[in-house]
């Protein structure tokens, strides 16, 4: 385990109850993109994979989409991949 990773751990139990709170939320999100990730073929990883490039070269372009034409792009793009993926 990293090390810094494993202190940081260590030191939970000190802190406040809402902010153990806020740490157990923040990892359960983390373990649950883990298990989405290793459930996708790895077809699907080099597609979610060419997505983000997608997206960090258009940000680095700069564009005119807004949060939400984004937003309902790539969900869009995943509802298909999801259906692909059940009709197989």
């Known amino acids: 385990m990293n090390k810094r990773l494993e202190s940081l751990l260590e030191r939970i139990p000190t802190w406040p ?6 740490a157990v939320m923040v ?3 983390i373990e649950e993109k883990i298990r989405f990730l290793r459930s996708l073929t790895p077809e699907e990883q080099a ?7 997608d997206i ?4 680095e372009r700069g564009g005119s989409y807004t949060d939400e034409e984004v ?5 869009a793009t ?3 991949w999801e259906q692909k993926r059940k009709d197989a």
Not at 56 to 59: K, L, R, V
């Open 78 to 80: 995943l509802d298909a």
């Open 17 to 22: 109850e809402e902010a153990q709170n806020d």
């Open 47 to 53: 597609k979610l994979a060419a997505l983000r490039k």
């Open 71 to 75: 937003a309902a792009s790539i969900e």
């Open 56 to 59: 960090n070269d258009a940000i």
């Open 27 to 29: 990892l359960s999100d």
